[in-house]
């Protein structure tokens, strides 16, 4: 299976609180963990990427775990700004082929001032 | 340094008409994935272009096609499109290169049929 499951499909959080995203897989052949953060009318940047051999990664306010027994990772905003308003959407890929990568459906934030 | 770069903006198009989209890869970058977005949905992936082939393909029909050129710029075409086709077309590029090939992705095409 190539699915890559996202919740929640949306969040409001206050300014400086934390937001949580969780993602969850099934093919155990992916190797690679990309999170992306789109606004509006603009293609998807990437944020910060994972691979499974790491259990955590932070880079700045941005923090992936990632859980390889249970197939699920997640990004934790830090000190969430309203900058932050977007959505976000995880990935996999499996980088042997060409690394293609397998999209969640996204998560709205909306952080609050 | 310039991203990768995608045109047309904005297309409208009318059911059963063709439509060619263009992407630049970013300067060094050798590769050109190609990804639909449906309003409100992740993108999902379309087929990817490597020394000017298709290098492998997701689950769309074969009215979806494209080309790479030497200069590594690549063209998504749609022919006898459908209203199901409305989506954002992305282009990411990427360079195949040691362990990651981290994509980075265009602003889009905003496909509308109508």
């Known amino acids: 299976q190539q699915q890559v499951k996202q919740s929640p499909q949306s969040l409001i959080v206050q300014k400086g609180g934390i937001s949580i995203i969780n993602c969850a897989y099934e093919n155990t052949a992916f190797d690679y963990f990309p999170w992306y953060q789109q606004f509006p009318g603009k293609g998807p940047a990437l944020l910060i990427a994972i691979r499974p051999d790491v259990s955590e990664k932070k880079e700045g306010r941005f923090t992936i775990s990632f859980n390889k027994s249970a197939k699920q990772f997640s990004l934790h905003i830090m000190d969430s700004q309203p900058g932050d308003s977007a959505t976000y959407f995880c990935a996999a890929g499996i980088q042997a082929a060409g690394n293609k990568l397998t999209f969640g459906g996204g998560t709205r934030v909306l952080v609050k001032p | 340094d310039a991203g990768v770069t995608q045109s047309p903006t904005h297309l409208i198009k009318t059911r059963g008409q063709q439509v060619t989209l263009r992407c630049s890869p970013k300067?060094?970058?050798?590769?050109v994935s190609w990804y639909q977005q449906a309003l409100g949905q992740g993108p999902q992936f379309i087929f990817q272009y490597y020394e000017e082939e298709e290098r492998q393909r997701g689950n769309f029909p074969d009215r979806f096609s494209g080309h790479q050129f030497p200069n590594y710029s690549s063209e998504l075409n749609v022919n006898a499109l459908l209203l199901g086709d409305s989506a954002l077309y992305l282009c990411?590029?990427?360079?195949?290169?040691?362990?990651?090939?981290?994509?980075?992705f265009g602003p889009g095409t905003r496909l509308t049929v109508l």
């Open positions: 300067s060094g970058h050798d590769t």
């Open positions: 990411a590029s990427s360079l195949v290169t040691g362990f990651t090939d981290t994509q980075y």
